[in-house]
């Protein structure tokens, strides 16, 4: 099955036992990590959703 999204975050949670899925997010912020650290996510992005 597809789900059509060409970009999402999916969230984990650690817990004493292991990594735990929490979800998937469509909308994710992503431009923090991005100026944090000085990647072009944008423009990666962009070029993936462009091809």
């Known amino acids: 099955m ?3 999204l060409s970009f ?3 969230h984990f949670t650690i817990t ?3 990594w735990v899925f ?3 997010d469509p909308r994710a912020r ?3 990590f991005a ?3 000085g990647l072009p996510l944008a ?3 962009a070029d993936a959703l462009t091809l």
Request: proline letters at 0%; a negative charge.
């Open 8 to 10: 999402c975050a999916l």
């Open 43 to 45: 423009e990666a992005i």
């Open 30 to 32: 992503w431009d923090g």
């Open 2 to 4: 597809r789900s059509g």
């Open 35 to 37: 100026i944090d650290l």
């Open 16 to 18: 004493s036992t292991g």
């Open 22 to 24: 929490t979800g998937v």
